[in-house]
């Protein structure tokens, strides 16, 4: 590609963007900088080591199984770096920061799920993963540079967290339709659990005369124990009661044979539409009833080291997503300091 074809290259993709004057600056501008200059299109064609980048990919990958990573993070972790492997088309030690940004460019373009761009937050997470890769290279002298050292967090607005008022939980219960559906709600309300950790529970996993569960961290690797509130064990006793009859040891298991144990997509889809029975508007994951809980355990005098081993995350976690105090509860903070 000539150094015109690239001017043009340049104004056409720009066009959807800028008047006519601001193109004709824009031309003006291309023109002036690039006077002078010859432009050479870069080799792009496979190096003979390009293989390789598969097996160090699984050395990266088996090092994080190592150090005892969980199995969905050790696989965003190497699904973005093997993506942008693949992209660019290039042995890892070849890689360039030219490269880097041209795919994010690329990247930022692509449209997802719900018609809209990717987020700048999906941005910097796989800026992340991506980054960590080349620091595992360089760090066992695969690579004498990381192509992301210049790379900054590409800086994004977090959005408004939210709890569920104790109105808006009356009308998710009086939204359920069914056992199943009221025994997933009152649960996610009483434990604060992860959706993972919903799906693996077993029915041996509960003690309703204590009403203790024992819960096992996918993600911490740890077991851990969370309580049932009279809410939750009635409720999850009339679901047992008609559970269908199964080979699972699963406490939620799907309606239909072979009746398997519910997924994570499951166990969503049900709290999505009950909320959107119940007229909720709040995006009602399994995440905003972990959110629910831990909020609601700290205003009523819980300390945050209790809540973060019933949440199965650190204090600084906890207080930087979970937590959510909003301006009455400062205010009336402050009224009491100050009266």
């Given amino acids: 590609m000539n150094k015109l074809a690239v001017q043009n290259a340049i104004l056409n993709a720009m066009t959807p963007y800028l008047d006519d004057d601001q193109l004709y600056q824009l031309k003006n501008t291309l023109i002036e900088q690039l006077y002078g200059m010859n432009i050479v299109e870069e080799e792009t064609r496979l190096s003979v080591v390009?293989?390789?980048?598969?097996?160090?990919?699984?050395?990266f990958r088996n090092e994080?199984?190592?150090?005892?990573m969980s199995p969905k993070t050790i696989n965003q972790y190497y699904r973005s770096a093997r993506n942008l492997l693949e992209y660019?088309?290039?042995?890892?030690?070849?890689i360039t920061y030219d490269d880097v940004m041209y795919y994010f460019a690329m990247f930022s373009?692509?449209?997802?799920r719900d018609g809209k761009y990717i987020s700048k937050r999906t941005l910097d997470t796989q800026r992340k993963h991506c980054k960590a890769y080349f620091n595992w290279c360089l760090e066992n002298e695969y690579i004498d540079k990381n192509p992301f050292t210049k790379f900054k967090k590409i800086k994004y607005e977090n959005p408004q967290k939210h709890v569920l008022s104790n109105a808006e939980i009356v009308m998710l219960r009086d939204a359920c339709e069914n056992e199943k559906e009221l025994a997933i709600i009152d649960f996610l309300l009483s434990t604060g659990v992860r959706v993972s950790e919903c799906c693996a529970m077993n029915i041996r996993d509960i003690d309703f005369?204590?009403?203790k569960v024992k819960i096992y961290g996918e993600k911490t690797r740890k077991w851990r124990t969370v309580f049932l509130d009279a809410a939750a064990q009635k409720h999850l006793k009339e679901y047992l009661d008609v559970r269908p009859e199964c080979d699972e040891d699963a406490v939620f298991v799907n309606k239909r044979k072979p009746h398997t144990r519910v997924g994570s997509h499951g166990i969503e889809d049900i709290t999505k539409s009950v909320a959107k029975r119940a007229g909720?508007?709040?995006q009602c994951t399994v995440h905003l009833f972990r959110r629910t809980l831990a909020t609601t355990l700290y205003k009523k005098g819980m300390a945050l080291k209790d809540i973060a081993k019933?949440?199965?995350?650190?204090?600084?976690t906890?207080?930087?997503?979970?937590?959510?105090?909003?301006?009455?509860?400062i205010e009336s903070s402050y009224k009491k300091c100050v009266a």
């Fill in 50 to 59: 390009v293989d390789d980048n598969v097996e160090y990919l699984e050395r």
């Fill in 64 to 68: 994080m199984q190592v150090n005892n």
């Fill in 88 to 94: 660019i088309n290039k042995n890892f030690r070849d």
């Fill in 109 to 112: 373009k692509q449209v997802g």
């Fill in 209 to 211: 005369l204590t009403g």
């Fill in 280 to 282: 909720i508007e709040k």
């Fill in 310 to 316: 019933i949440l199965g995350n650190s204090v600084d």
């Fill in 318 to 329: 906890l207080e930087k997503y979970y937590i959510i105090i909003d301006d009455y509860d």
